[in-house]
């Protein structure tokens, strides 16, 4: 591992990571030189990106130094106010400006993860969600996006959208599918996937916990990293960077992603159960269906449909509790069969009752054997 090259750690919360916009920053500038001029220290140098943390710490810096200065400072006297306090009075206006444009950025980040999740709140399946990822998240501002799933610890990568070569992507992508990378330590994915948390990756080509053949493709200089749920287990991973920008990410591009990942996992979540529904109903349907019976056509079409069941007579089930009984022949539970039928499973036990009271008999047992009982 090349030291202080990745960085994985729990991401802050995306307002106090946004960059701060060039009024605010040239204000901070003027003032930390002010302060260098009047109070003759030498404040910590503002970084290339400002933030509104590294700004809030920068104030609380000079903060100190002018209140500890204040009454002794070169200039003051009777009738002349202390450059101190003019300072500790800028002080507090740059930290109300930081504010305001911290709670701004703040919202606008809100807005944009909100664009991305709306894009993809009604797929239709999991594989109809994966697809569309990519191109909803470069919508946050990145370059490339990569979408991959998480199976049996190995990473599996999906799909990519790369802003201006769509070809591009797919060589990345046919790079990581030819040799697909185990999550067993070695990489950065590892720490993503089992601590369930976004990660940095800094100075990517030198790395030594990258999977260099995606990396040598991809020509990748930094990206974030961060981790997809289903139901609390980790199912996929998102990639993120700015190729194109030729910046490296930050930690703001850490919390942010890290952010839209907890949103598009409660997403698929639903999705996910609702294919799991799907499947469930086909899977009955198929059970359920005489031979020859097309696809998509009810479990139970009619009651005198599936071949050896008694004929219908007077005070005999009806419709739905025919459907009912013949997933209690299937030994399905109430909770499944709620869930096939799109009812609720109190409903599921009432039609029991009726069941077992037409029939005549005291158990589910006595109701099936009756059930499957040849005809005479």
């Known amino acids: 591992m090349v030291r202080g090259s990745t960085v994985a ?4 919360t995306p307002d106090a990571v946004l960059p701060l916009g060039a009024d605010v920053v040239a204000l901070l500038q003027e003032l930390a030189h002010d302060a260098r001029a009047a109070l003759d220290i030498d404040p910590e140098p503002l970084p290339a990106t ?8 920068l104030l609380d810096e000079l903060w100190d130094a002018a209140f500890a200065a204040s009454g002794r400072t070169t200039g003051a006297g009777p009738g002349r106010r202390d450059p101190a306090l003019e300072l500790l009075h800028r002080i507090r206006q740059a930290e109300s400006a930081v504010t305001d444009a911290r709670m701004a950025g703040g919202l606008d980040s809100l807005d944009r993860i909100s664009v991305v999740l709306a894009s993809v709140r009604d797929a239709a399946s999991t594989d109809d969600f994966f697809d569309r990822v990519p191109e909803a998240v470069c919508g946050l501002g990145y370059d490339r996006v990569l979408v991959s799933r998480v199976e049996d610890a190995t990473w599996k990568l999906h799909r990519m959208c790369v802003t201006r070569d769509p070809r591009w992507a797919e060589d990345i992508v046919e790079a990581g ?9 070695r ?14 990756v800094l100075d990517a080509q030198n790395n030594r916990r ?18 997809l749920l289903r139901h609390g287990d980790v199912v996929g991973l998102l990639h993120a960077d700015r190729y194109y920008q030729g910046t490296d990410v930050s930690s703001l591009d850490q919390a942010l992603l890290g952010v839209t990942a907890q949103g598009l996992s409660q997403i698929l979540g639903r999705v996910a159960t609702l294919d799991g529904l799907a499947a469930l109903q086909a899977g009955v349907e198929r059970l359920m269906a005489p031979p020859g019976l097309p696809p998509g056509r009810p479990v139970v079409p009619a009651a005198t449909a599936a071949p050896g069941r008694p004929p219908v007579v007077p005070g005999s ?18 909770r499944i069969i709620a869930q096939a039928l799109s009812i609720g499973e109190g409903t599921v ?5 009726h069941i077992l009271r037409k029939l005549g008999v005291a158990s589910r047992a006595e109701a099936i054997a009756l059930h499957l009982r040849p005809p005479h």
């Open 177 to 185: 599918r030819s040799r697909p990378p185990r999550l067993d330590g």
């Open 317 to 334: 089930l009806t419709d739905r509790e025919a459907d009912v009984m013949e997933l209690l022949v299937a030994g399905y539970s109430n």
């Open 9 to 12: 750690r729990r991401a802050r």
């Open 187 to 200: 990489l950065v994915e590892t720490d993503a996937a089992r601590h369930v948390r976004p990660c940095l």
């Open 349 to 353: 036990k009432t039609h029991v009752t």
């Open 50 to 57: 400002v933030t509104s943390r590294t700004a809030l710490r």
């Open 210 to 227: 990258v999977d260099r053949n995606i990396v040598r493709v991809g020509r990748s200089r930094s990206y974030t990293i961060a981790p």
